[in-house]
């Protein structure tokens, strides 16, 4: 493993909570903003979906050409370049288009992340890998928290453009710092860091497929929850502008905590398998108990476990996409996963949002729920296999299995 400094960590951990600070700093008010300039709720909706959408067909691509150049931060440079420009794009008064050319820009932003996971994994050993995506669960959800908490401060407190004028800057500002950013060397040595003929083996690699279905469903019930129609949810039960605050804290902050400790505390007692099945079963219990939620202390109760829960499994996730796979293919392997899971953050809300149309709100959560269980019985029957595999072949090495 390459040493890398401690300051150079400190420093791509600022550069990634500027990085989701800038992506989330407007989404809580980014629908309300949609409807003031006249756009049909329809409408609001394909340029909320945009987002998600470009991942599925983005973040692949930049993945395995990250990889064939062996490098990242130059894909890193990008995401706060297009944070910016995505921010500045909602700000161009007129056309509808402006808009979903910002949510568009938004996307191709996210999909840049596969570099920014890829390069911080390459900061420590192969065996520290669910220590790091641990790390980098808490960068994320600092920035998207600090965002979503600025965000309505800033429409009060301002304008409805505020929230996009400062995450334009905090984006030129990220860009600024990435010039500072330090990749390993031997991702600097010039020689390509994968063939297209490996392309093959990585997209084929068991762990990873199996974690991408069980994030998809585990993003599903993300942008079903919290992301999505909790907010809603709490308006119907009287939720003002300081009781969403408080929403959002009540979810993050466990949700923050459990990502921070769950390589340190509950893998080495429960094992991978086992922590990730407890998470998509409190997830669940805690998603079909908002349907019997008529108050806002139960609705920050099961919002609180919900966090806490998806914090166990989500950093797991992440940490096991990579795990089995070689450092030349590891982008490639990260752009495959974190594409599959966007059609989570997409399909997710977009079919809750036709079952809430259906039965109201619960019948979404109840759906939400249902992935919840589907994703408990597959990494039931995952683990069970693995468990027989290990069985027959008791002499197998560690470095055999990564192969």
């Given at each position: 493993?390459?040493?890398?400094?401690?300051?150079q960590?400190?420093?791509?951990?600022?550069?990634?909570?500027?990085?989701?600070?800038?992506?989330?700093v407007?989404?809580?008010?980014?629908?309300?903003?949609?409807?003031?300039?006249?756009?049909?709720?329809?409408?609001?909706?394909?340029?909320?979906?945009?987002?998600?959408?470009?991942?599925?067909?983005?973040?692949?691509?930049?993945?395995?050409?990250?990889?064939?150049?062996?490098?990242?931060?130059?894909?890193?440079m990008?995401?706060?370049?297009?944070?910016?420009?995505?921010?500045?794009?909602?700000?161009?008064?007129g056309?509808?288009?402006?808009?979903?050319?910002?949510?568009?820009?938004?996307?191709?932003?996210?999909?840049?992340?596969?570099?920014?996971?890829v390069?911080?994994?390459?900061?420590?050993?192969?065996e520290?890998?669910?220590k790091?995506?641990?790390?980098?669960?808490?960068?994320?959800?600092?920035?998207?928290?600090?965002?979503?908490?600025?965000?309505?401060?800033?429409?009060?407190?301002?304008?409805?453009?505020?929230?996009?004028?400062?995450?334009?800057?905090?984006?030129?500002?990220?860009?600024?710092?990435?010039?500072?950013?330090?990749?390993?060397?031997?991702?600097?040595?010039?020689?390509?860091?994968?063939?297209?003929?490996?392309?093959?083996?990585?997209?084929?690699?068991?762990?990873?497929?199996?974690?991408?279905?069980?994030?998809?469903?585990a993003?599903?019930?993300?942008?079903?929850?919290?992301?999505?129609?909790?907010?809603?949810?709490?308006?119907?039960?009287?939720?003002?502008g300081?009781?969403?605050?408080?929403?959002?804290?009540?979810?993050?902050?466990?949700?923050?905590?459990?990502?921070?400790?769950?390589?340190?505390?509950?893998?080495?007692?429960?094992?991978?398998?086992?922590?990730?099945?407890?998470?998509?079963?409190?997830?669940?219990?805690?998603?079909?108990?908002?349907?019997l939620?008529d108050?806002?202390?139960?609705?920050?109760?099961?919002?609180?476990?919900?966090?806490?829960?998806?914090?166990?499994?989500?950093?797991?996730?992440?940490?096991?996409?990579?795990?089995?796979?070689?450092?030349?293919?590891?982008?490639?392997?990260?752009?495959?996963?974190?594409?599959?899971?966007?059609?989570?953050?997409?399909?997710?809300?977009?079919?809750?949002?036709?079952?809430?149309?259906?039965?109201?709100?619960?019948?979404?959560?109840?759906?939400?729920?249902?992935?919840?269980?589907?994703?408990?019985?597959?990494?039931?029957?995952?683990?069970?296999?693995?468990?027989?595999?290990?069985?027959?072949?008791?002499?197998?090495?560690?470095?055999?299995?990564?192969?």
């Amino acid at each position: 493993m390459n040493q890398i400094s401690t300051a150079q960590r400190m420093l791509f951990t600022i550069i990634t909570i500027l990085y989701w600070t800038s992506m989330y700093v407007y989404v809580p008010t980014l629908s309300p903003y949609l409807s003031d300039r006249g756009l049909s709720l329809p409408y609001i909706g394909i340029v909320l979906g945009s987002y998600g959408f470009v991942q599925m067909f983005v973040r692949f691509p930049l993945g395995i050409v990250s990889d064939r150049l062996g490098k990242r931060k130059p894909f890193i440079m990008l995401g706060m370049l297009t944070a910016a420009i995505s921010c500045l794009f909602f700000l161009i008064p007129g056309s509808w288009l402006w808009p979903l050319a910002g949510r568009l820009m938004a996307g191709i932003c996210a999909s840049t992340w596969v570099a920014y996971t890829v390069l911080y994994a390459s900061y420590f050993s192969t065996e520290q890998t669910g220590k790091a995506m641990g790390n980098i669960s808490v960068m994320i959800v600092s920035g998207q928290m600090t965002g979503m908490l600025l965000s309505g401060w800033l429409t009060d407190g301002f304008s409805p453009y505020a929230p996009f004028i400062l995450g334009a800057v905090i984006g030129v500002l990220g860009l600024a710092l990435v010039w500072f950013i330090k990749e390993p060397p031997t991702q600097q040595n010039g020689k390509p860091g994968m063939s297209f003929a490996m392309i093959k083996n990585v997209v084929r690699t068991k762990t990873l497929l199996q974690v991408s279905i069980l994030s998809i469903l585990a993003h599903g019930v993300l942008f079903i929850t919290m992301f999505g129609f909790t907010p809603l949810k709490a308006e119907e039960i009287g939720a003002d502008g300081l009781k969403l605050t408080l929403l959002v804290f009540a979810f993050m902050l466990p949700h923050a905590f459990a990502s921070l400790v769950t390589a340190r505390w509950f893998t080495p007692k429960f094992g991978d398998w086992g922590t990730i099945g407890a998470g998509f079963l409190i997830s669940a219990i805690c998603t079909a108990a908002m349907v019997l939620g008529d108050s806002f202390t139960m609705l920050i109760i099961t919002q609180a476990i919900n966090g806490f829960a998806q914090g166990l499994h989500l950093p797991l996730l992440l940490g096991m996409a990579i795990r089995d796979v070689a450092l030349p293919g590891r982008a490639t392997a990260m752009g495959l996963y974190q594409a599959l899971y966007a059609i989570g953050m997409f399909s997710g809300p977009f079919l809750a949002g036709w079952l809430n149309e259906l039965w109201g709100l619960n019948g979404g959560f109840l759906f939400g729920s249902m992935l919840g269980a589907v994703a408990l019985i597959l990494v039931v029957v995952w683990a069970r296999s693995e468990r027989k595999f290990s069985i027959i072949k008791p002499k197998t090495t560690a470095k055999e299995l990564l192969k």
